[in-house]
């Protein structure tokens, strides 16, 4: 049975640093791999999609890889702010699309 | 990018009573829709895959006659808690997926269910 861990579970940080959040897996068969946002009490709101062909994606200050073999994916964020305070989940997917999620990484961005 | 809608946002019932809870797409056509379930600082559980126009697949340990789930078009998927009880309160989240195969999953903004 697929198990996805993220650490931490919690993370707190100054403006301007970079966030760095990782999620592991036990199964490396996995069809791909989605990092995403989620505000309190609100749903959530996908940031990366990573085929598990690839080995990175980025979008803007994002930048996700992934390393299939060893069962691992971090998200990079980079010159955090505030607004960027939330809890970030990673998910696998299997070749039926099902996700697996991790509990999340709270992250809080000081001012 | 894709929309997909969820409805109503919150709500509260009296215990004993069914509540439904839609999911609709916006701008694409959803042949597969999933529903999750999320407590208080935890995770979100798959409870159910439903496909278009066939039964949904429910999770190992989901009562499918306590949460029935319809999928009667390609834009709609609908969740309904059937005799609501205290302890099924939750935070109930959709997404969708389109035509395209096993590609980007969209999330409904969630529905907030308490049971008095």
């Known amino acids: 049975k697929q198990e996805v861990t993220q650490i931490p579970a919690a993370l707190s940080v100054p403006e301007g640093e970079n966030l760095v959040l990782n999620c592991s897996f036990t199964?490396?068969?996995?069809?791909?791999l989605q990092w995403f946002r989620q505000d309190p009490g609100k749903g959530l709101t996908s940031l990366l999609l990573?085929?598990?062909?690839?080995r990175e994606q980025t979008s803007g200050r994002l930048n996700a890889s992934l390393d299939k073999s060893s069962g691992r994916s971090t998200l990079y964020i980079a010159a955090s702010q505030p607004g960027d305070s939330a809890t970030y989940l990673c998910?696998?997917?299997?070749?039926?699309?099902?996700?697996?999620f991790g509990a999340g990484t709270q992250v809080v961005v000081t001012p | 990018g894709a929309v997909v809608s969820q409805h109503p946002s919150w709500v509260i019932c009296k215990s004993g009573t069914s509540v439904k809870i839609e999911c609709r797409s916006l701008?694409?056509?959803?042949?597969?829709m999933f529903w999750y379930r999320q407590f208080p600082k935890q995770s979100l559980m798959l409870m159910a895959t439903?496909?278009?126009?066939?039964?949904?697949?429910?999770e190992q340990g989901v009562e499918k006659d306590k949460f029935l789930i319809n999928h009667a078009s390609l834009t709609l998927s609908t969740l309904t808690v059937t005799s609501a009880h205290p302890e099924d309160s939750s935070f109930y989240i959709c997404?969708?997926?389109?035509?395209?195969?096993?590609?980007?999953?969209?999330f409904g903004e969630g529905s907030r269910l308490t049971v008095l």
């Open positions: 997404s969708a997926r389109g035509l395209a195969p096993l590609g980007e999953l969209f």
């Open positions: 998910a696998v997917a299997d070749s039926w699309g099902k996700l697996q």
């Open positions: 990573i085929q598990s062909s690839q």
């Open positions: 439903s496909n278009e126009g066939s039964k949904a697949t429910y």
């Open positions: 701008d694409f056509q959803a042949t597969t």
């Open positions: 199964d490396s068969a996995i069809y791909n």
